[in-house]
T-cell receptor
Framework: ETGVTQSPTHLIKTRGQQVTLRCSSQSGHNTVSWYQQALGQGPQFIFQ???????GRGNFPPRFSGLQFPNYSSELNVNALELDDSALYLC????????????FGQGTRLTVV | GQSLEQPSEVTAVEGAIVQINCTYQTSGFYGLSWYQQHDGGAPTFLSYNALDGLEETGRFSSFLSRSDSYGYLLLQELQMKDSASYFC???????????FGGGTRLMVKP
């Protein structure tokens, strides 16, 4: 059983640029959630995708957008990057949206300069 | 909205027992989860409580009191490898979003 994988592991971008982060969900999981984790803080929910549709969104501006593909992998896109977007971006997959256990990937460390 | 409070740091010695508390304020509640995260690693699921009481999984136990909006994670027979950050998290009414606390950094000393 393959776990949750994210790419790239590290990324440096300039303020104002756009970035795309990728996530492959664990085998058999149809639900993917994205979280932003600033240094020394807990993860904050960005949004969730279930069967290719957005299924809930946290308190993030529209420049944070996403996609889920038929194989349940997912992308997180961030436009007009700001310095405060520097964080660890975590992807978590689960069998269904309400499952009690979420399986996290190692994350993508994004640095905006 | 939701908010969770937990201590920022706890230090204990190898072999000891430590309790990490979590209090929450939520508009809806589907259960309290606990996750462990080592430095540079992914959060990993430890436990989940939907009903009041104690859930035991090996050296780790988790407790929930819904009337007090309170839970805790109990770690017994501490080992050096238990040094990590521990997060409590609640699920909202729709069941699709985890709200995490700020995390408790546990340092286990010899």
């Amino acid at each position: 059983e393959t776990g949750v994988t994210q790419s790239p592991t590290h990324l440096i971008k300039t303020r104002g640029q756009q970035v795309t982060l990728r996530c492959s969900s664990q085998s058999g999981h149809n639900t993917v959630s994205w979280y932003q984790q600033a240094l020394g803080q807990g993860p904050q929910f960005i949004f969730q995708y279930y069967r290719e549709e957005e299924n809930g969104r946290g308190n993030f501006p529209p420049r944070f957008s996403g996609l889920q593909f038929p194989n349940y992998s997912s992308e997180l896109n961030v436009n007009a990057l700001e310095l405060d977007d520097s964080a660890l971006y975590l992807c978590a997959s689960s069998h269904e949206p309400g499952n009690t256990e979420a399986f996290f990937g190692q994350g993508t460390r994004l640095t905006v300069v | 909205g939701q908010s969770l409070e937990q201590p920022s740091e706890v230090t204990a010695v190898e072999g000891a027992i430590v309790q990490i508390n979590c209090t929450y304020q939520t508009s809806g509640f589907y259960g309290l989860s606990w996750y462990q995260q080592h430095d540079g690693g992914a959060p990993t699921f430890l436990s989940y409580n939907a009903l009041d009481g104690l859930e035991e999984t090996g050296r780790f136990s988790s407790f929930l009191s819904r009337s007090d909006s309170y839970g805790y994670l109990l770690l017994q027979e501490l080992q050096m490898k238990d040094s990590a950050s521990y997060f409590c998290a609640v699920r909202d009414n729709a069941g699709n979003m985890l709200t995490f606390g700020g995390g408790t950094r546990l340092m286990v000393k010899p």
